[in-house]
């Protein structure tokens, strides 16, 4: 089936269809492995919120349970299915030049049960909530960009130093403390180990004051360039001098700023201001600090940079710009995939939810790259978004006619449990 001139929806129900055959040897029994397919097809649904109920009546069920035991109890290896996600991702979009970008994002919750929950600083709500944090992986090439991995933070002493609470939550005793920095070099590590190509590792501030991740990229002949605070100090004048950053900034010459774009934005590209100073302590290093200032408000940020080899400015400014793909990705995750309509509690329910979403958002990124150059695309429309390619996946594809009978069946079916959860809700009331 073909729709006007520039859409082939038989080879999007095939790429649809290969993301669930990629992954249906990691489930034993036919039962799980199509209810899978089902969760997936329902996370890139037009379903309002994406819960075991919802998908669970769009899919045709009669009531939640298939879709609640294949996140909590159903024999399956979430991180096996992760890893078939990333090979699949790499090999539609492997760039041996691309840009591993590892990021933290927020999921607001309510109560104290779900694994990991606290009051914490989030970026999501831009202060202090209850939520979980969740460290990501983003592969960035030119082809597209898309999660590859995923940790859930577990802080220490609410959850770490508190065995009960773990055991309680399914965490596994082999799990431990681990810092955000901590959790992206196991990813990082992962990914390369794996055979994943890429040239460069870009994070933010959180990252880049961890000299642990910076070694560890070095010694694996990675370049990274990794935002780092105002007050970090480096090494000028063949290293005799020790300068604070920011104090370096306001020394360099007006005529030494070189205008430059990390890559397009919404409104255009997006053009900074860049300094860069050789930071090497020996002449055969490749170490540089570059800034970046806003050209309206004179903002600055700093960037600690390392390369195998010698590199011209704008390379490492582009994967310095590299670093809004996985902000993007966060967006258009929980947006259009469900990435945080997760009601689950558990460290198994949560790796579970959160790598099947990455499999939906896995197919908008691949059905993006696909339609992103036709041979006959319209020079006065942009290209398909995924918001779009979404849309036209659920007006097309996606399709899923339900009787009457079964919306009145769930309709009922919802507000009998809503009010057993009311009757259970007084009862505790009235015992305190």
Not at 42 to 56: I, N
Not at 136 to 143: D, E, G, I, N, T
Not at 369 to 378: K, L
Request: hydrophobic share 40%; proline share 5%.
């Amino acid at each position: 089936m073909a729709v006007g001139h520039s859409l082939d929806l038989d080879r999007w129900r095939v790429i649809l269809d290969e993301a669930v055959t990629r992954v249906a040897g990691r489930f034993v029994r036919a039962e799980p492995r199509r209810t899978a397919g089902q969760f997936v097809e329902g996370l890139l649904s037009g379903v309002e919120r994406k819960t075991c109920w919802s998908l669970a009546e769009r899919a045709g069920h009669a009531d939640p349970q298939a879709m609640q035991r294949l996140l909590r109890t159903a024999v399956w290896d979430a991180d096996a299915v992760r890893d078939d996600v990333r090979n699949w991702l790499v090999e539609q979009l492997g760039h041996p030049e691309a840009v591993l970008v590892t990021d933290e994002t927020g999921f607001l919750k309510k109560g104290v049960c779900s694994v990991g929950v606290q009051r914490q600083y989030t970026g999501t709500a831009g202060r202090v909530e209850n939520s979980q944090v969740g460290v990501f992986l983003a592969y960035v090439s030119p082809a597209g960009r898309a999660l590859i991995d995923r940790r859930l933070y577990l802080p220490e002493t609410t959850w770490c130093d508190r065995p009960g609470r773990l055991a309680a939550a399914g965490v596994p005793e082999q799990v431990g403390f681990a810092t955000k920095p901590a959790l992206a070099r196991q990813m990082i590590a992962a990914a390369v180990d794996a055979g994943v190509p890429a040239g460069w590792v870009t994070g933010d501030e959180v990252y880049g004051a961890d000299p642990g991740l910076r070694d560890d990229l070095e010694l694996r002949g990675i370049g990274y360039v990794l935002a780092v605070g105002c007050d970090r100090r480096v090494h000028v004048n063949d290293g005799r001098t020790l300068v604070r950053v920011d104090d370096l900034a306001d020394r360099i010459p007006t005529r030494e700023w070189q205008l430059h774009s990390c890559g397009p934005g919404a409104k255009g590209p997006r053009d900074y201001l860049w300094a860069w100073i050789t930071i090497a302590t020996h002449p055969d290093e490749h170490r540089w600090l570059i800034i970046r200032r806003n050209r309206s408000t004179g903002k600055l940020a700093f960037y600690l940079c390392w390369s195998p080899r010698p590199v011209p400015l704008h390379t490492l400014v582009t994967v310095a710009g590299s670093r809004w793909g996985i902000e993007e990705l966060f967006q258009t995750g929980k947006g259009q995939a469900g990435l945080d309509h997760y009601q689950v509690r558990s460290w198994t329910g949560w790796h579970r939810f959160i790598t099947l979403a990455m499999l939906a958002l896995a197919v908008l990124t691949i059905l993006a790259a696909i339609t992103v150059e036709q041979p006959d695309a319209d020079p006065e429309i942009i290209a398909l978004t995924v918001a779009e390619i979404r849309r036209l996946l659920n007006a097309f594809v996606l399709t899923a006619p339900l009787s009457p009978a079964h919306t009145l069946h769930w309709s009922t079916w919802r507000r009998k449990s809503q009010a057993r959860a009311r009757r259970s809700h007084y009862q505790r009331r009235q015992a305190k």
